[in-house]
Nanobody, 127 residues
Framework: VQLQASGGGLVQPGGSLRLSCAASGFTLDYYAIGWFRQAPGKEREGVSC????????YYADSVKGRFTISRDNAKNTVYLQMNSLKPEDTAVYYC?????????????????????WGQGTLVTVSS
């Protein structure tokens, strides 16, 4: 069971990036996926979550209206579309999956709710 996060890079303020979280070894359809980020010297922060069966999505206040989480079951991948990026969005972004089924993201900000983690992808927002 593996999660592979990708899509990070250097982008100017106001720009966009799309992160991908590809799963191998299991089918993502029934699993919730959370996105976290960790900036240097800061704690890991829950950014977004998409629940089992896509019933609900959640966003941190700091990204609401700018980030969108979605799923493509055919590609076994969850995406995080990030628009209007700000320098404070700079961080390593991780995707994670809890083994609890179903999971409706009620405690999505808590990293201890998740059992599988991707390796992280660096997003740098700078001019």
């Amino acid at each position: 069971v593996q999660l592979q996060a990708s899509g990070g890079g250097l982008v100017q303020p106001g720009g966009s990036l799309r992160l991908s979280c590809a799963a191998s070894g299991f089918t993502l359809d029934y699993y919730a996926i959370g996105w976290f980020r960790q900036a240097p010297g800061k704690e890991r922060e829950g950014v977004s979550c998409i629940s089992s069966s896509d019933i609900s999505t959640y966003y941190a206040d700091s990204v609401k209206g700018r980030f969108t989480i979605s799923r493509d079951n055919a590609k076994n991948t969850v995406y995080l579309q990030m628009n209007s990026l700000k320098p404070e969005d700079t961080a390593v972004y991780y995707c994670a999956a809890p083994t609890t089924l179903p999971y409706y993201c009620s405690g999505y900000e808590n990293p201890y709710e998740y059992d599988y983690w991707g390796q992280g992808t660096l997003v740098t927002v700078s001019s």
